[in-house]
Protein backbone atom coordinates (compact mmCIF):
# COMPACT_ATOMS: atom_id res chain seq x y z
CA UNK A 1 0.00 0.00 0.00
CA UNK A 2 1.70 3.56 -0.85
CA UNK A 3 2.49 5.68 2.03
CA UNK A 4 -0.14 8.84 1.69
CA UNK A 5 1.00 12.24 0.67
CA UNK A 6 1.91 14.85 3.00
CA UNK A 7 2.64 19.09 2.69
CA UNK A 8 5.90 20.34 3.67
CA UNK A 9 6.10 24.19 2.98
CA UNK A 10 3.62 24.25 0.29
CA UNK A 11 5.32 21.18 -1.25
CA UNK A 12 3.58 18.04 -2.13
CA UNK A 13 5.66 14.81 -1.13
CA UNK A 14 5.20 10.86 -0.85
CA UNK A 15 7.13 8.93 1.09
CA UNK A 16 8.62 5.96 -0.98
CA UNK A 17 10.23 2.41 0.91
CA UNK A 18 14.15 2.81 1.46
CA UNK A 19 16.46 -0.23 0.11
CA UNK A 20 18.50 -1.63 3.47
CA UNK A 21 22.07 -0.94 1.37
CA UNK A 22 23.38 -2.81 4.97
CA UNK A 23 22.01 -5.93 3.92
CA UNK A 24 22.83 -5.45 0.17
CA UNK A 25 26.18 -4.65 0.79
CA UNK A 26 26.78 -7.95 2.88
CA UNK A 27 25.29 -10.01 0.22
CA UNK A 28 27.33 -8.38 -2.30
CA UNK A 29 30.58 -9.05 -0.44
CA UNK A 30 29.41 -12.21 0.20
CA UNK A 31 28.80 -13.45 -3.29
CA UNK A 32 32.24 -11.48 -4.18
CA UNK A 33 34.42 -13.68 -1.81
CA UNK A 34 32.58 -16.87 -2.73
CA UNK A 35 33.53 -15.86 -6.26
CA UNK A 36 37.17 -15.11 -6.00
CA UNK A 37 37.89 -18.50 -3.75
CA UNK A 38 36.33 -20.60 -6.56
CA UNK A 39 38.81 -18.64 -9.08
CA UNK A 40 41.73 -19.40 -6.82
CA UNK A 41 40.80 -22.99 -6.58
CA UNK A 42 40.44 -23.17 -10.36
CA UNK A 43 44.16 -21.48 -10.84
CA UNK A 44 46.17 -22.91 -8.31
CA UNK A 45 44.23 -27.08 -8.30
CA UNK A 46 46.22 -27.91 -11.28
CA UNK A 47 49.45 -26.78 -10.16
CA UNK A 48 49.18 -28.37 -6.39
CA UNK A 49 48.02 -31.95 -8.01
CA UNK A 50 51.29 -32.75 -9.56
CA UNK A 51 53.26 -32.08 -6.79
CA UNK A 52 51.03 -34.24 -4.87
CA UNK A 53 51.57 -37.57 -7.00
CA UNK A 54 54.02 -40.15 -6.09
CA UNK A 55 54.12 -42.80 -8.52
CA UNK A 56 55.18 -46.31 -7.92
CA UNK A 57 57.14 -47.63 -11.69
CA UNK A 58 57.93 -50.96 -11.04
CA UNK A 59 60.91 -52.06 -13.69
CA UNK A 60 61.21 -48.77 -15.32
CA UNK A 61 64.78 -50.18 -17.01
CA UNK A 62 66.44 -46.49 -17.39
CA UNK A 63 68.06 -44.68 -16.18
CA UNK A 64 70.89 -47.45 -17.11
CA UNK A 65 74.30 -47.25 -15.67
CA UNK A 66 78.35 -48.43 -17.21
CA UNK A 67 81.03 -47.19 -14.18
CA UNK A 68 84.48 -47.53 -13.90
CA UNK A 69 85.77 -49.03 -10.84
CA UNK A 70 89.05 -47.98 -9.00
CA UNK A 71 89.43 -51.12 -6.77
CA UNK A 72 91.77 -51.05 -3.07
CA UNK A 73 90.85 -54.25 -1.80
CA UNK A 74 92.61 -56.03 1.73
CA UNK A 75 92.17 -59.21 1.06
CA UNK A 76 92.48 -61.53 -1.49
CA UNK A 77 94.75 -60.05 -2.98
CA UNK A 78 96.05 -56.90 -1.65
CA UNK A 79 95.97 -55.36 -5.08
CA UNK A 80 94.74 -52.16 -6.76
CA UNK A 81 92.51 -53.51 -10.16
CA UNK A 82 89.78 -52.17 -12.74
CA UNK A 83 86.57 -53.31 -13.29
CA UNK A 84 83.45 -52.49 -14.65
CA UNK A 85 79.88 -52.30 -13.56
CA UNK A 86 76.49 -52.03 -15.38
CA UNK A 87 72.79 -51.35 -13.61
CA UNK A 88 69.03 -50.96 -14.11
CA UNK A 89 66.58 -49.00 -12.47
CA UNK A 90 64.19 -52.03 -10.81
CA UNK A 91 61.47 -50.03 -9.01
CA UNK A 92 61.45 -46.22 -8.55
CA UNK A 93 58.89 -44.08 -6.04
CA UNK A 94 59.87 -40.25 -5.83
CA UNK A 95 62.88 -39.88 -4.59
CA UNK A 96 63.33 -43.22 -3.93
CA UNK A 97 65.03 -46.05 -5.86
CA UNK A 98 66.57 -49.57 -6.56
CA UNK A 99 69.12 -50.83 -8.93
CA UNK A 100 69.88 -54.29 -9.89
CA UNK A 101 73.55 -54.24 -10.33
CA UNK A 102 76.56 -56.64 -11.91
CA UNK A 103 79.83 -56.21 -11.42
CA UNK A 104 82.84 -57.99 -12.57
CA UNK A 105 86.66 -58.09 -11.60
CA UNK A 106 89.31 -59.51 -13.09
CA UNK A 107 92.48 -60.13 -11.09
CA UNK A 108 95.57 -60.83 -13.02
CA UNK A 109 99.14 -61.00 -11.39
CA UNK A 110 102.31 -63.28 -12.03
CA UNK A 111 101.26 -65.60 -9.38
CA UNK A 112 97.59 -65.94 -9.77
CA UNK A 113 94.52 -65.17 -11.70
CA UNK A 114 91.22 -64.92 -10.06
CA UNK A 115 87.81 -63.51 -11.52
CA UNK A 116 84.69 -62.00 -9.41
CA UNK A 117 81.00 -62.27 -10.41
CA UNK A 118 78.95 -59.80 -7.96
CA UNK A 119 75.19 -59.11 -7.81
CA UNK A 120 73.13 -56.87 -5.96
CA UNK A 121 70.66 -54.35 -5.04
CA UNK A 122 71.29 -50.80 -4.51
CA UNK A 123 68.57 -49.05 -2.86
CA UNK A 124 68.93 -45.25 -3.02
CA UNK A 125 67.23 -42.12 -1.36
CA UNK A 126 67.91 -38.85 -4.10
CA UNK A 127 67.87 -35.67 -2.79
CA UNK A 128 68.76 -36.53 0.85
CA UNK A 129 69.95 -33.40 1.92
CA UNK A 130 66.66 -31.61 0.76
CA UNK A 131 65.22 -33.13 4.24
CA UNK A 132 67.17 -30.31 6.09
CA UNK A 133 64.88 -27.35 4.58
CA UNK A 134 65.13 -25.50 7.64
CA UNK A 135 65.32 -22.98 9.44
CA UNK A 136 63.11 -21.02 6.82
CA UNK A 137 65.49 -18.08 6.63
CA UNK A 138 68.77 -19.94 5.83
CA UNK A 139 67.92 -23.27 5.01
CA UNK A 140 70.55 -25.83 5.57
CA UNK A 141 70.12 -27.79 2.97
CA UNK A 142 70.40 -24.57 0.60
CA UNK A 143 74.17 -23.40 2.20
CA UNK A 144 75.13 -27.05 2.17
CA UNK A 145 74.07 -27.19 -2.21
CA UNK A 146 76.04 -24.48 -2.24
CA UNK A 147 79.06 -25.08 -0.62
CA UNK A 148 80.03 -28.69 -1.91
CA UNK A 149 77.94 -28.26 -5.96
CA UNK A 150 78.87 -24.60 -6.44
CA UNK A 151 76.99 -23.43 -9.56
CA UNK A 152 75.52 -26.54 -10.23
CA UNK A 153 73.71 -26.39 -6.86
CA UNK A 154 70.39 -26.46 -8.35
CA UNK A 155 71.06 -30.04 -11.23
CA UNK A 156 73.11 -31.79 -8.53
CA UNK A 157 71.20 -34.95 -6.85
CA UNK A 158 72.74 -36.02 -4.26
CA UNK A 159 72.21 -39.51 -2.98
CA UNK A 160 72.32 -42.05 0.29
CA UNK A 161 72.65 -45.97 -0.30
CA UNK A 162 72.81 -49.62 0.64
CA UNK A 163 74.41 -52.48 -1.16
CA UNK A 164 72.94 -55.92 -0.16
CA UNK A 165 73.73 -59.25 -2.51
CA UNK A 166 76.17 -62.12 -3.21
CA UNK A 167 79.27 -63.09 -5.08
CA UNK A 168 80.96 -65.92 -6.86
CA UNK A 169 83.24 -67.77 -6.17
CA UNK A 170 81.93 -67.49 -1.80
CA UNK A 171 83.76 -69.55 0.10
CA UNK A 172 84.79 -72.94 -0.09
CA UNK A 173 83.11 -72.91 -3.43
CA UNK A 174 80.10 -73.80 -2.26
CA UNK A 175 78.17 -70.97 -2.50
CA UNK A 176 77.77 -67.40 -3.40
CA UNK A 177 79.40 -65.44 -0.46
CA UNK A 178 77.64 -62.54 0.88
CA UNK A 179 77.76 -58.87 -0.08
CA UNK A 180 76.63 -55.85 2.05
CA UNK A 181 77.83 -52.16 1.90
CA UNK A 182 76.69 -48.85 2.05
CA UNK A 183 77.49 -45.87 -0.68
CA UNK A 184 77.11 -41.89 -1.31
CA UNK A 185 77.25 -40.27 -4.15
CA UNK A 186 75.91 -37.09 -6.76
CA UNK A 187 74.55 -37.58 -9.99
CA UNK A 188 74.77 -34.17 -12.88
CA UNK A 189 72.52 -34.20 -15.53
CA UNK A 190 74.65 -33.03 -18.10
CA UNK A 191 72.10 -33.54 -21.61
CA UNK A 192 68.41 -34.77 -21.88
CA UNK A 193 68.72 -38.19 -20.94
CA UNK A 194 72.51 -38.48 -19.80
CA UNK A 195 74.06 -37.99 -16.36
CA UNK A 196 77.33 -38.29 -14.88
CA UNK A 197 77.02 -39.85 -11.75
CA UNK A 198 80.06 -40.21 -9.07
CA UNK A 199 80.33 -41.77 -5.35
CA UNK A 200 82.17 -43.64 -2.89
CA UNK A 201 81.01 -46.69 -1.61
CA UNK A 202 82.33 -49.41 0.87
CA UNK A 203 81.42 -53.20 0.87
CA UNK A 204 82.31 -56.42 2.62
CA UNK A 205 81.80 -59.68 1.09
CA UNK A 206 83.01 -63.56 1.32
CA UNK A 207 85.18 -64.79 -1.47
CA UNK A 208 87.22 -67.80 -1.98
CA UNK A 209 90.64 -67.58 -2.74
CA UNK A 210 93.48 -70.20 -3.53
CA UNK A 211 90.67 -72.66 -2.04
CA UNK A 212 90.63 -70.57 1.70
CA UNK A 213 87.31 -68.98 1.99
CA UNK A 214 87.86 -65.23 3.67
CA UNK A 215 86.13 -61.61 4.50
CA UNK A 216 87.25 -59.18 2.20
CA UNK A 217 86.59 -54.89 2.68
CA UNK A 218 86.23 -52.77 -0.78
CA UNK A 219 86.28 -49.26 -1.09
CA UNK A 220 85.48 -47.70 -4.45
CA UNK A 221 85.63 -44.48 -6.05
CA UNK A 222 83.38 -44.98 -9.35
CA UNK A 223 82.76 -42.78 -12.27
CA UNK A 224 80.14 -43.04 -14.49
CA UNK A 225 77.18 -42.05 -16.98
CA UNK A 226 73.41 -42.54 -17.01
CA UNK A 227 71.14 -42.76 -19.86
Not at 21 to 39: D, K, M, N, P
Not at 45 to 68: G, M
Not at 149 to 162: M, N, Q, S, T
Request: charged share 20%.
Amino acid sequence: MPAPPYTIMGERKTLRPVRDSSRFSTTHVGRSRAILAALLCAVCWPSVTPAQEVVLELLPLRPFSFDVALRQQTYAPDDRELGIQAGITALKYGNLEVRAIYQFFSVHTPDFKTDQHSLYLNPRWNNFIDILDFPKGWPINRMLRHALFGPLEDRAVPYLGLLAGGTMPGPGHDAPGHLIGGQVGVRFPVARGLAVDIAVQYTQYGIDFRGEGGQSQQWLFTTGVRF
